[in-house]
């Protein structure tokens, strides 16, 4: 049995110019973004996150419930879970502000972390634009 989705967010149809000189600057600053995607059985998003306050983008792109715990490895410590479970196709957003350090993401739901659910990533302070990599 299927459950068809009827929200309409889809890709912007692609009609008249693409191809326009400059993008345009946002007004505001916006927070950078991380997308974390869940399917059976694994957590998938970037190896490198920026410090500081971030958007973290969680969608179960999966069909079984997921949930997402971030853990400190230096510390071992849980700094954040999700409420609850993601339901299947379910989307949030949260605005959450990572110090920089090693962490991991698991999917500890029924067993998931065993089947793959988890996956290391970096949080990294933000270095000047431009800036040299000075060792
Ligand atoms: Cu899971």
Redesign the pocket.
Known sequence: MFIISGCGEGEAPSSGASESAAPAAPVEPELPSVEID?TE?EILMDARVPAGPVILRLANRGF?E??LILVRVESDSTVWETEGRLNPGERRAITFDLEAGEYRAI?D?SG?EGRG?VVDFLVEEKTPSGGADDG
């Open positions: 869940f059985y079984e997921h949930n999917c739901f998931h659910m």
